[in-house]
């Protein structure tokens, strides 16, 4: 008998926290079953097998993540909104180190919800960057950029690769500094500005 109050929701939910203990790859519907005190194969009337519940878990996570950025960056600008990006980005990847890396693939061209679902955070981003006149036809280069600066602090200091005895915080706020510098010169801006 299926355990009561059991829903994909709840289920997908309950997984995301087991990545988060042991790590995405770790996933397995076993270890989720056990987890919620049931048989496994009654977790198919819920998702999709592994790979479905996979993809489950990474649609929960890139949809908080949209949201704690598009919240840290209402009511800012220039600057102050990008670096309260940046400092939203690292905290959801510090809080929730299983789904984060959930976030790290593409979903399928031909996953239409998936895609939409990922394109939440850097529509913010973009949003974010305009105000710095990035133009239109830098804003992809521009984001990939971003975003692998920020993906590449958290990678290493997740997973230790800090070692000296300088404050991490501060390490950190330099990257942040820099960035928001870098975008005054930015390949291409100047070209986007005399065009508008």
Do not use: C
């Amino acid at each position: 008998m299926p355990r009561a109050g059991l829903t994909p929701v709840v289920v997908t939910a309950e997984a995301a926290s087991l990545v988060d203990e042991r790590g995405f790859d770790s996933l397995s519907l076993a270890a989720l079953a056990k987890r919620l005190g049931v048989a496994t194969p009654s977790l198919y009337k819920h998702v999709d097998g592994l790979d479905g519940l996979r993809r489950e878990v990474s649609l929960l996570a890139v949809g908080e993540l949209a949201e704690r950025l598009r919240s840290a960056a209402t009511g800012r600008s220039g600057p102050d909104a990008l670096r309260a990006l940046f400092d939203a980005h690292r905290r959801y990847a510090l809080e929730y180190p299983g789904r984060y890396v959930s976030i790290q693939r593409a979903p399928a061209p031909t996953d239409t919800e998936a895609r939409a679902t990922f394109a939440r955070p850097v529509e913010v981003i973009a949003a974010v960057l305009r105000g710095f006149a990035i133009p239109e036809r830098q804003m992809v280069h521009t984001i990939r950029a971003l975003r692998s600066a920020v993906h590449g602090f958290v990678d290493l200091e997740t997973h230790g690769g800090f070692g000296l005895p300088e404050d991490v915080d501060e390490s950190y706020a330099v990257l942040v500094e820099g960035f928001v510098r870098a975008l005054d010169n930015w390949p291409g801006r100047d070209e986007g500005a005399r065009e508008i």
